[in-house]
């Protein structure tokens, strides 16, 4: 099965930083890879697909590279609605494996 | 719009058997996957199992000897059922919709695009 290593646990970050996150697969998945963002209390919202699209409606400071067995995330210009955690989904079949999420805090 | 809304008891006691449903409403329930999802105390998302319409289903191979995930296409409703809960499977459980994302001709991925809200089970003597 495929596991997703995703890195920082957490990071802290002020308005108007760009701030990076990585995905890490076990194996190559292509760009079989999403990524979401949790807010306590709210259901996860899906930002990117296939690595690097951006879902209708996300903000375009928002962005996903990557492909095989690296991905990132990357927020530019951090804004105070994007403090939450976000985490990555990859792979095409099940079973369907997420990263342990990214805490990004207010610096 | 598509919207799922769960429920399910909230306490149980160790051995017994978790159950929880997700109504699907807005929206039909083929051609999708219908997920399970769960999220421990200080943990990840660990992702339970799912069906589709035609009742396929695929599961967590660490769990798969205690999940069951069923539907009813009539109600536009899917099921999961965890037996022998013990207070490791205390977490909060969330239904999905996985749903495939075109990418070009021939070529597709899948999302999990629409969630429910959540329901916190506490296995507890």
């Known amino acids: 099965d495929i596991q997703m290593t995703q890195s920082p646990s957490s990071l802290s970050a002020s308005v108007g930083d760009r701030v990076t996150i990585t995905c890490r697969a076990s194996q190559s998945i292509g760009t079989d890879l999403s990524w979401y963002q949790h807010k306590p209390g709210k259901v996860p919202k899906l930002l990117i697909y296939?690595?690097?699209r951006l879902e209708s409606g996300v903000p375009s400071r928002f962005s996903g590279s990557g492909s095989g067995t690296v991905f990132t995330l990357t927020i530019n210009n951090v804004q105070s609605d994007d403090f939450a955690t976000y985490f990555c989904q990859g792979g095409y079949n099940p079973p369907r494996t997420f990263g342990q999420g990214t805490k990004v805090e207010v610096k | 719009q598509v919207q799922l809304q769960q429920w399910g008891a909230g306490l149980l006691k160790p051995s017994e058997t978790l159950s929880l449903t997700c109504a699907v409403s807005?929206?039909?329930?083929?051609?999708?996957?219908w997920s399970w999802i769960r999220q421990s105390p200080g943990k990840g998302l660990q992702w339970i199992g799912e069906i589709n319409h035609r009742g396929t289903t695929s599961y967590n191979p660490s769990l798969k000897s205690r999940v069951t995930i069923s539907a009813d296409t009539s109600k536009n409703q899917f099921s999961l059922s965890l037996t022998s809960v013990t207070a490791a499977d205390t977490a909060v459980y969330s239904c999905a919709r996985v749903r495939s994302r075109r990418l070009g001709v021939g070529d597709h991925t899948w999302v999990f695009d629409i969630w429910g809200q959540g329901t916190m089970v506490t296995i507890s003597s």
């Open positions: 296939a690595a690097s």
């Open positions: 807005g929206g039909s329930f083929g051609g999708d996957y």
